[in-house]
């Protein structure tokens, strides 16, 4: 039976489940893992300059290819770095593992240079946090990580201290990493049948949609065509709905348009579909509030509820459509069309060139980026004002991807995001909308 460093399996079997890159800085404790990365030379180490940027890079890739990343961060400090970014994939909901090297384990407790307790860092960040300390917890615990970071598309951390990471253990043949696959979530039926009786009985129903309606588009369109009801989208939900919809009009919230925001105020039936919108003054008062969501947890946080359904947004629609009869009165659909069409009206009357030697708007600029960009490019932007100018003007078409910090709120993301998206889809135009102070925060990464 041979014997391997523990950061070899890791190394070895991160490399068999097709990891390419691992985005990281090295120091002292993460030392064999580089040394393990060099022997086995089929994932690079993708260098930054901030384990921040490390973490958000992970994140986007994760987000455009839906497979597990990687990244990783040395003792103290360097964990601590990692922090920020691994909140944004925590609440982005992406696959991401992250490999937090730490003291010697002789030291921990006394004080010692560097010290931290990660174990406890990273619990407030992550569905799976745990510490390797011997070799036969591997390649289990490794295990465990990768398939909780991939089954709750959520971040996993190990922590691996450096002197545990050099010691060896005996292993006969390397075990295969087979991925876990994401489970269609289908409600109970009597569930979908409760869903179609308050379908039924709704006058004005407005559908309201969020992240979770990714592939689902055809679906929404659908029942908002049957229903003939107004769809609204959170911001996340953008990219998933908005794109040849003849029932969308805007958003709601703090970026929101008049028409969405009227759209859920005056429904009497509001239909939550995939979104956890947190803004709770936005939400109606006097209406059915039914609520799709594969997580549980999330159902009736925001609001009371008249009835909370745990499934995929997708699955649930596909059994719920054949319930639904078409309607033929239009009255609230076509009242909310015209308010939006006077919004976006309104919007695109800054979106003009001004004469020469007049500062132009930022509306301006990114119509015209939005009318220049590839049909399939990916766009990230920072927290602050690049926030309004993505959700108002530029449009989205079922092939392109927008990237933000959407629940976390940090600045300085786009760069970050550009960097992982781009090493996601080399050959994919990616733009990073990045506000002065978010560029100036993380410019180091331009090195």
């Not at 307790?117 to 036969?136: A, G, Q, T, W, Y």
Request: charged share 20%; with cysteine.
């Amino acid at each position: 039976m041979a014997k391997k460093r523990i950061s070899d399996v890791l190394i070895d079997v991160l490399a068999s489940a097709g990891i390419k890159r691992i985005y990281g800085i090295t120091g002292d404790s993460l030392n064999s893992v580089n040394d393990s990365l060099r022997r086995n030379g089929k994932i690079a180490f993708e260098h930054v300059r901030h384990e921040e940027t490390a973490a958000f890079a992970a994140g986007a890739e994760a987000s455009l290819t839906h497979k597990l990343t990687v990244c990783a961060g040395s003792s103290g400090p360097g964990n601590l770095h990692l922090i920020n970014g691994l909140f944004d994939c925590h609440r982005n909901r992406v696959p991401v593992l992250a490999i937090a090297s730490h003291i010697p384990q002789s030291e921990v407790g006394l004080n010692y240079f560097q010290e931290t307790h990660p174990e406890n860092l990273f619990k407030e960040c992550s569905c799976f946090c745990e510490l390797i300390s011997n070799p036969k917890q591997m390649p289990e615990i490794l295990f465990r990580a990768m398939n909780a970071a991939v089954g709750n598309q959520d971040v996993a951390v190990i922590v691996l201290p450096g002197d545990v990471a050099v010691m060896e253990m005996e292993i006969d043949e390397l075990p295969v990493w087979n991925p876990p696959r994401l489970p269609h979530i289908v409600p109970q039926r009597a569930d979908i049948e409760e869903m179609a009786a308050h379908l039924e009985t709704g006058k004005r129903i407005t559908l309201f949609c969020g992240a979770g309606c990714e592939g689902a588009h055809d679906e929404v369109v659908e029942l908002a065509k049957r229903l003939q009801a107004p769809v609204v989208h959170a911001f996340r939900g953008k990219e998933w709905v908005e794109w040849d919809n003849p029932y969308d009009v805007g958003m709601t919230g703090l970026l929101g348009y008049t028409s969405g925001y009227r759209a859920i105020e005056q429904c009497d039936t509001l239909v939550m579909l995939g979104t956890d919108f947190p803004y709770r003054p936005f939400y109606p008062e006097n209406a059915k509030v039914i609520q799709v969501d594969r997580d549980p947890s999330a159902l009736g946080r925001r609001v009371p509820l008249t009835q909370g359904i745990i499934g995929t947004v997708k699955d649930t629609l596909k059994e719920l459509l054949p319930l639904v009869s078409q309607r033929g009165d239009t009255e609230f659909i076509d009242t909310v069309r015209k308010a939006y069409a006077k919004f976006r009206g309104d919007l695109d009357s800054y979106a003009v060139a001004e004469p020469d030697g007049v500062a132009i708007h930022p509306q301006y600029f990114v119509n015209r980026l939005n009318k220049l960009a590839a049909e399939d490019a990916i766009f990230t932007f920072d927290v602050g004002t690049p926030v309004i100018w993505t959700a108002r003007h530029l449009k989205t078409n079922g092939k392109r991807r927008i990237l933000g910090s959407y629940n976390h709120g940090s600045m300085a993301n786009a760069m970050m995001h550009a960097i992982g998206a781009q090493n996601a889809c080399p050959n994919r135009q990616v733009i990073s909308l990045s506000g002065d102070g978010g560029f100036t925060m993380m410019m180091g990464e331009m090195l």
